[in-house]
């Protein structure tokens, strides 16, 4: 849980605007306006009993319970005694009460920590430490640097220059790099002086309450004058300070008024397809308890008719009770009795389970990843078994198959490419961990982190090839970095993306070094000479144009384009005498693809001077204009950005994480389909496609669809069918709804086949009038990975397969823009990594590498389903059984609602002699171990098919308890009847016969166990025998002298088990009703394996053959992949930092004074690491790959998978 909450408190009313004046509590708190304090919490010391009894009878199974306790409380009806309902009602109510309650005192607790934590609050004109739940709206507060946000505060001022302060947003939107806040001047003025803000009385008019974390509007009236407010000088709670030594705020809204409080909706909540099923049984089981009353109700009418007139005589009827009421009274006892075919400790049972194979996730060593120090959790307990059935993951790319740690790692410069290593004989290399590393100590300023293997590059720099240098200035200018150096040397950068800052640390290593900005000018160290270049323009990047160029005057007074953006858009945009040095770097180029390397070309133009100040005139008007201005805008950079001249390429790894190729190689065997959901650009997407076995060079085809109208994407997806399934029904569209309906199987193709669709044509796809079309395509292919789609599309996408597939979907993610889908999907999956932690938030379950992915769902994920479906079969089976008896049982007591067992085995039943075994097997069985569940992904698929629980499944359960019940009555009925004792004593009474039939009960269902047992431990061998050894011991001590005497009425089964446990013959006849009632079941199966054994028999016939642990997996070697397709580079999503660069709204203080560079004061480290063979860059600062000692390094999957041919 995140430190503000997790639920949201309602508005009483409805807020139109807020008014407010700053310290001025009087006049502040005439509005009402909720104070600081947040309330998560549901229940409080005198509500809890009502309200939590409330809302547990509202679940439909504890009112059903409640519903038997009154039948049972009317002496007419009651034929058992009211403990056999209260006892465990009022266990299960108990339990699920510690429960809820266990979980209300954690969210008191974080209530009261997040509460407690105290801030400067200006009171009184004296600055005073007050609680968070203290502050109130009008309240002026001061912040320090690394605190968190107390409200929703207007940032009066700070400590920076220009009033600026520097927020970290990630607990609202998932985003780790810093952003800008700007207070006005008029209040940025007042600064630290407590005086002037005591005197402060602006006072402020806004917008309501509401949840848009990226929209404000209101005003502030200070000193007769108005002044506009927007999201820019608003600081919101759940912000982070960084980098800022204090500031002043003024609080707008409070506690529940947040606009983080108003943006923690609560999730929906999920249930399991076993859950839905069960429901549709126990309505069917309902219906089938109802048809068993009025049966026996109907038997009693007409057995009142004929026989019950034989005992008036000496059992005389009351006034009025003729054979209709009688019949009556007796639906209504029979209701009572037979009501343990649902039984409510079947529920507790579930939920037990859930809870202990969530903490085998939460204990599994396995998952934990040691770099991060961080396990896996599972952080919902009700859906554990839903992962052994997931047939579609949903997966994001950037942090989830990728590291989001990027690398500088090949450039091409006027036709030349560096990056690789040679021999002597010409031979390119293999770069590894041994392979020599570039020395970058002739730069004092350089990162130590980065690495590059190249040596021809370094040479060339010093050399001052002007092609070189050109470029790496280029790499310098044009970005929007911020730098921060708080002392000689050590700079710090805060990129808007990991590839920017992974460009300019690599300039800064080559000799140009970054070195700090100001709105007008650049400052860079080149090759030790610090350089000051006039910033005249950023035409900044986004979504449509993809580029960004600088428009910059040098020193020297020369004027300068540089650009640098996707390839394909660049190469439109450069002057014809490029043409060569165009076809060498295009070669290049796709070479960079072949290793899945994200691509950017460099480009550049002088200027005139004439042209530019004319450009630039208009540049400001276009600016400034109200109508049209980003179209206005864009007119004027594709004018200046033309004829431009190619200085290069750069590639970039964007590192996949240890272990995806296997990890989806594994699911795709398990027969899962992987879509990867991605907002990176086609190339990338695509080009990562194939490094992690999403897409294969052996598929008959990708399909790329890519139409700009709906016609032209229907026919895309239309032509890509036909290619797949070429005798397919023509105008499938047209087809009824129901050839796509629920549960529709994916059509057979003639191969394997990939799709690719990017965003504005998967935004015509997913209209009503295609969305089946696209379906349908998309489900004949192996692999579809969505690129540049949005986090609202993600969601569609996996809705649209929850509507029309009847399969369970799972989404993955690690960002904020994957919340939707995780929220959508049956399960989702949160991956805490680089982009915060909203995604874990939002998830169910949670750890920190996709590899583990393949063991939450091919070991926990079939553990659970297996366990589960085992233990609703086997409950089923041994409640059907127990009350089956009772029905048959009613045609030999006159239909007169008599149990066929002593009372205190009814109530104990379930409780006690059953439980445990059951709970035994559902926690601790398994078929194979984890190895072998790595070795046959096949086992996997049964999950899928619902094979081992479904209507057909619970019909054949129903059927096997059917004959069981007729065993276990009819055989110790024929045993008994006209039987005496050895010694000549009786032993055929109703009492004797009730104990044979429950001990004849307890055997059978207990071998049954045994035989639904694929694993047995010493706990389960204890949970079988100790519950055999607890029957005994309680019915000899319930039919015991001592306790008669003690209560006769509660215990009148007096000396029975001694009188009839002694006796040969009894004995004899519960050993022959428990062969008889396991034989069928026996024989079935045994046929079953022989005939036609399951995917799960062949592989434990094979384990029982080994008898040994698998041999180790085979050295992997490393495959180099060679393709000719185009990778390119990734940008942000978001829109570019240019405008904020200009404005002079990021200035951090001046930095300590600077010597050119050329003594080397103190070098340590920045934000950027190096993975492998390069510099990395991470958006957190963390160091990514600094060592932890003494961790067992683990492998990918121990374990490989082998295609066995038996299989």
């Known amino acids: 849980m995140s430190f503000f909450g997790m639920d949201c408190v309602r508005k009483k009313e409805r807020e139109l605007e807020r008014k407010l004046r700053a310290n001025d509590r009087e006049y502040n708190l005439s509005f009402k306006y909720a104070t600081n304090a947040i309330k998560t919490s549901k229940y409080n010391f005198f509500t809890f009993l009502p309200l939590n009894l409330f809302e547990q009878f509202q679940r439909i199974a504890n ?144 917008e309501p309450p509401n949840n848009r974390l990226d929209r404000f509007m209101g005003t502030l009236t200070y000193g007769g004058q108005k002044y506009p407010l927007d999201n820019e000088k608003i600081l919101l709670r759940g912000c982070t300070l960084r980098n800022t030594e204090w500031c002043f705020g003024l609080v707008l809204f409070g506690g529940p008024e947040t606009k983080l409080m108003q943006n923690c909706g609560k999730s929906t909540f999920k249930r399991t397809s076993i859950d839905r099923l069960m ?148 031979q390119r290399l293999e770069i590894t961990e041994n392979t020599d590393t570039v020395d970058f100590s002739f730069n004092p300023l350089a990162d130590l982190r980065f690495m590059f293997h190249d040596h021809a590059l370094v040479e060339a720099v010093k050399l001052e090839n002007p092609e070189v240098h050109a470029f790496f200035r280029l790499l310098a200018l044009c970005h929007t970095v911020m730098a921060e150096e708080k002392k000689e040397g050590e700079i710090f950068y805060q990129a808007q993306s990991p590839d920017e800052g992974a460009l300019v640390t690599a300039a800064r290593n080559f000799g140009f070094v970054f070195r700090s900005r100001t709105p007008e000018s650049v400052t860079i160290v080149e090759m030790g000479e610090q350089r000051s270049y006039e910033l005249l323009a950023i035409l900044d990047f986004n979504n449509v144009r993809k580029r960004m160029s600088v428009i910059v005057r040098s020193p020297e007074g020369k004027l300068s384009l540089y650009c640098k953006g996707a390839d394909t858009i660049i190469y439109e945009r450069l002057h014809q005498s490029c043409s060569k040095l165009m076809d060498v770097t295009t070669e290049h ?351 996997y698929i049964p999950g899928q098919l619902n094979l081992y629980f479904s209507k057909k499944a619970f019909f054949k359960c129903a059927l096997h308890s059917g004959y069981s019940s007729l065993v276990l009555f009819f055989i110790p009925y024929a045993a008994m009847y006209d039987t005496v004792r050895d010694d000549g004593k009786d032993v055929a009474d109703y009492q004797s016969f009730a104990l044979l039939t429950q001990t004849c009960l307890m055997l059978a269902v207990s071998i049954q166990l045994g035989l639904e047992m694929a694993y047995w431990t010493a706990v389960n061998t204890f949970f079988v025998l100790g519950s055999l050894a607890m029957y005994f011991a309680v019915t000899f001590t319930m039919y015991s002298n001592g306790m008669f005497l003690t209560l006769p009425s509660a215990f009148p089964f007096i000396g029975t088990a001694r009188n009839s446990l002694n006796q040969p013959n009894i004995w004899l006849t519960i050993v022959l009703t428990s062969i008889l009632c396991v034989l069928p079941v026996v024989t079935y199966r045994f046929l079953l394996i022989q005939l036609c054994p399951t995917i799960n028999d062949k592989v434990m016939f094979k384990v029982r053959l080994a008898k040994a642990t698998p041999p180790p997996p085979p050295r992997r070697t490393r495959m180099r992949r060679t393709s000719s397709r185009r990778s390119g580079y990734a940008f942000s999503h978001a829109q570019g930092y240019g405008d904020l660069v200009t404005s002079g709204r990021f200035l951090r203080r001046p930095a300590v004074s600077r010597s050119s560079g050329l003594t080397h004061i103190g070098r340590t480290t920045t934000g950027f690491s190096p993975m492998g063979r390069s510099a990395g860059y991470s958006p957190t600062g963390r160091p990514q790959n600094a060592k932890v000692p003494d961790v067992e390094v683990t492998s990918l999957q121990m374990y490989r998978t082998i295609r066995d041919p038996a299989l």
Not at 125 to 142: A, T, Y
Not at 684 to 706: K, P, Q
Not at 817 to 833: E, F, L, P, R, T
């Open 589 to 939: 180029l796709n070479e960079f693809a072949g290793d899945g390397l994200r691509t950017l070309a460099l480009a550049y133009k002088d200027l005139d001077e004439e042209y530019f100040k004319q450009w630039q005139q208009r540049h400001h008007e276009a600016s400034t204009a109200l109508d049209d201005r980003e179209g206005k805008l864009d007119q004027l950079y594709e004018e200046i950005e033309k004829d431009l001249l190619l200085l290069g390429a750069t590639a970039i790894e964007d590192k996949l994480q240890d272990g995806v190729p296997q990890t989806i190689e594994q699911l795709s065997k398990a027969d899962i389909k992987v879509w990867v959901l991605t907002g990176d650009k086609q190339e990338t997407a695509e080009n990562i496609g194939y490094s992690c076995n999403l897409l294969r060079e052996e598929m008959n085809d990708v399909f790329i669809i890519s139409g700009n109208s709906p016609e032209d994407v229907r026919q895309e997806l239309r032509s890509a069918q036909t290619s797949m399934k070429p005798d397919a029904v023509e105008d499938s569209v047209f087809l009824p709804e129901r050839t796509l309906g629920k549960g529709a199987k994916d059509e057979a193709t003639n191969g394997e086949y990939g799709l690719v669709i990017n965003g504005h044509s998967l935004a015509y796809a997913l209209e009503r009038s295609m969305e089946l079309e696209f379906l349908k395509t998309a489900c004949m292919c192996k692999a579809v990975i969505c690129c540049r789609v949005t986090p609202l599309q993600k969601a569609q996408v996996v809705e649209l397969v929850k509507k029309y597939k009847r399969a369970v979907t799972l989404a993955i993610g690690d960002g904020a823009n994957d919340v939707s889908m995780i929220k959508a999907a049956h399960i989702g999956v949160g991956i805490s990594g680089q982009e915060g932690m909203q995604a874990v938030l939002s998830s169910d379950f949670s750890f920190a590498q996709f590899r583990f992915l393949q063991r939450l769902l091919l070991v926990h994920g079939r553990w659970s389903y297996l366990r589960m479906c085992k233990f609703l079969r086997y409950f089923f089976y041994k409640n059907f059984t127990f009350t089956f008896v009772h029905f048959w049982y009613a045609f030999f007591c006159g239909f007169s609602a008599q149990t066929v067992y002593d009372e205190w085995f009814i109530t104990l039943y379930n409780l006690m002699y059953t439980a445990l075994p059951v709970l035994g097997m559902s926690l601790f069985d398994q078929d194979v171990n984890d190895a072998w569940s790595f070795q046959h992904p096949q086992l």
């Open 279 to 426: 429901n549709i049984l126990v309505l069917c089981i309902f219906g089938f308890l109802a048809l068993m009353c009025t049966i026996l109700a109907i038997g009693n009418y007409l057995w009142e008719l004929n026989e019950g007139s034989q005992f008036t005589v000496f059992l005389p009827r009351q006034d009025g009770n003729d054979a209709g009421l009688s019949a009556f009274l007796t639906f209504w006892s029979y209701v009572i009795i037979l009501n343990t075919v649902v039984p409510i400790s079947l529920y507790v049972s579930v939920e037990i389970i859930r809870l202990g194979n969530s903490f085998y996730i939460d204990w599994d060593r396995k998952m934990y990843y040691a770099r991060n120090d961080t396990p896996a959790e599972a952080r919902t307990t009700t859906l554990n078994e839903e992962l052994g059935q997931i047939k579609y993951v949903f997966s994001d790319k950037t942090g989830t198959l990728t590291q989001n740690i990027m690398i500088f790692n090949k450039c091409s410069i006027n036709g030349k490419s560096y990056g690789d290593v040679y021999d002597y004989t010409g």
């Open 63 to 206: 009112a059903y319970f409640l519903f038997l306790l009154v039948l049972q409380v009317i002496p007419q009806i009651s034929s058992l005694s009211w403990f056999t309902t209260v006892v465990p009602l009022v266990l299960v109510l108990s339990v699920t009460a510690a429960k809820d309650a266990t979980d209300d005192i954690n969210r008191h607790r974080s209530d009261n920590q997040v509460n407690n934590r105290k801030v400067q609050v200006l009171i009184d004109r004296k600055l005073r430490s007050e609680k968070w739940m203290d502050v109130q709206v009008g309240d002026i507060i001061k912040l320090e640097n690394n605190q968190f946000v107390t409200a929703d505060l207007l940032l009066l001022s700070s400590s920076e220059p220009l009033n600026l302060v520097y927020i970290e947003t990630a607990e609202l939107d998932g985003e780790t790099n810093l952003k800008v806040r700007q207070a006005l001047t008029v209040t940025g003025d007042l600064g630290d002086d407590i005086e002037k803000l005591a005197d402060f009385n602006g006072e402020v008019r806004c």
